[in-house]
């Protein structure tokens, strides 16, 4: 009788144990040392930044419900000492966002302002600038507004030189004096098209550069001692602390920053060595099936 009792056991085990394998996992969390982490362990760590640079797929559903989470169990933990920003959203259109967010308008107002350029607005990003408004938090539009990277893209900097005092006031003043071609977020524009790089190839780097350094110096304009920002944007404006990070530690070294970001692979239950090797503090695997946002 015992043994007929085991046998059962140990085939319960094993249909549990072939069920579970059989599980279909949308995403894994990862430290960058390749371990498997916690979610709530991850947050009490992020807690503990001055600033959190989560970087997402842009039209991955999984990198924009856990930017929704992530921002309610900072919430949870730092009250309004939390306040969020975006690549997705330009410095010119602070106001609007700002005046939309106290309860001025109606979002019909705002929308065609603010969203125009993303056509997932209502799925992806929506949530959280209402998670904001909602909480009666401060969410920063850090980005360089469009139109001045452009210029950039074709002339330099120097194409700036023309726009008046209230225009310049919407870009980061540091680029003259950081910008470095060799830093290898902008090396690698170069490097990825192989034998077909562009006469213009250094004003690309430059603009690439100024959207960088546009939104470290609005995401330190508005911090204060003691805050935390969680801020959001794709991954290559964050990965190997390059980016936004590279230009808020030049500018302002010192600050307890932490990253997240997102990478797309077949087989979630590992990483590449290249993800390993300091691609962020926390990385977030999502099966490369998964469904786009796009519309």
Known sequence: MKHITVLIILCALFFVEK???????AYQLYKNNGEIV??????????????????????????????????????????SKLYLGA????SGNQLVLDEY??????????????????????????????????????FIATNIPRRYASMISKK??????????????????DLKKYFDP???????????MGGHVPPNMLHMQMAQAAKDATMAHFA???????????????SYHSNYDQGIIW????????????????VSQSEWDKLTVEEREGIADYIIVVANNMTSTQG
């Not at 330099?156 to 726009?163: H, K, P, Q, S, V």
């Open 156 to 173: 330099g900097f120097d194409a700036l030189e023309i726009l008046s005092p209230e225009a310049k006031e919407l870009i980061g003043p």
């Open 19 to 25: 069920t579970n394998a059989q599980d279909k996992q």
């Open 38 to 79: 916690n979610y709530d362990l991850m947050i009490s760590d992020l807690a503990e930044s001055d600033m959190v640079f989560f970087g997402e797929y842009h039209f991955n559903p999984i990198s924009h419900w856990l930017e929704l989470e992530v921002s309610k169990s900072l919430f949870a933990i730092k009250g």
């Open 220 to 234: 330190l304009k508005n911090f204060n001692a003691g805050d935390i920002l969680l801020h959001f944007q794709g």
């Open 87 to 90: 690549e997705m959203f330009e």
């Open 182 to 192: 060799n830093v290898k977020a902008y090396a690698e524009m170069a490097s990825n």
């Open 247 to 262: 230009w808020i530690n030049k500018i302002q070294p010192g600050l307890h920053i932490k990253s997240i970001t997102t």
């Open 101 to 138: 967010l106290k309860g001025f308008y109606a979002e019909s107002k705002m929308i065609p302002e603010i969203t125009q350029m993303w056509s997932n607005y209502k799925t992806d990003y929506r949530p959280l600038i209402e998670f904001a408004k909602d909480n009666d938090l401060r």
